[in-house]
Structures are given as C-alpha cells and as structure tokens.
C-alpha cells in the first residue's frame, strides 16, 4: 500500500511562495502509468485539483492555477514538490497529495492513496 506524507510551512505570508512536499513510501513515484497530485480543501469549500506529475515526469495543471503552478520531482527520494507562487489569502486551505492510476482531475474516488493533509494559512 503507497503511503503519501505532506510537509512544509504552516504559514506563508501573501505575495510569496508556498512549497510543499511530498514524500511516497511503499511504492515508486516513476512506477508505469501512476499519476501524482496535488489537491487543496479551502474551508467551508469543496476540493479543489491542483496539477500533477506524471510517472514520465510530465505535468499537468489546473487551468486557473496554471500560471503560478510548478511541480517537480526527486526520484533519489522518492518525493514531489508543489511551488504556488504570489499567493493570497485565498490560498488558505488543507493541502493534500494524492496518487492514481490514471489522468484525472477528480472526483475523490478516483484517488487511491491520499496524505494526511497539512493546513497552510496565508497571512501577514
């Protein structure tokens, strides 16, 4: 069974970059046809799909996101990295990395491993 873990900073102030990363255990991040996302909960909202990285290493994003979106991948590590750039208020939420077998931008169930989550507040 993959295990995903998040980390990262709990508070980044508005304007910067938030980071965050991933690290798999229990199975490969370049595993055939495995898909690695990122996934935001704002509170009181529902989920929101952030982009992903591909076993082959190619990404993909959410359209509203896609112009402050980047993440990467250190396979010696076994991890995946989200950067949110010039970030908001709006940016507060429960972030999640998530696995699945194959391209998609939800729904939940499509996801077959999740991390815990980790809150990220923006705020100065």
């Known amino acids: 069974q993959v295990q995903l873990q998040e980390s990262g900073p709990g508070l980044v102030k508005p304007s910067q970059t938030l980071s965050l990363t991933c690290t798999v255990s229990?199975?490969?991040?370049?595993?055939?046809?495995?898909?690695w996302s990122w996934i935001r909960q704002p509170p009181g909202k529902g989920l929101q799909w952030m982009g992903a990285?591909?076993?082959?290493?190619?990404?993909y994003y959410s359209p509203s996101l896609k112009s402050r979106t980047s993440i990467s991948r250190d396979t010696s590590k076994n991890q995946f990295t989200l950067q949110l750039s010039s970030v908001t208020p709006e940016g507060t939420a429960v972030y999640y990395c998530?696995?699945?077998?194959?391209?998609?931008?939800?729904?939940?169930?499509?996801?077959?491993?999740w991390g815990q989550g980790t809150q990220v507040t923006v705020s100065s």
């Open positions: 998530a696995s699945s077998s194959r391209t998609t931008n939800g729904p939940r169930s499509d996801f077959g491993s």
């Open positions: 229990g199975g490969s991040i370049t595993t055939n046809y495995y898909y």
């Open positions: 990285i591909a076993y082959s290493g190619s990404t």
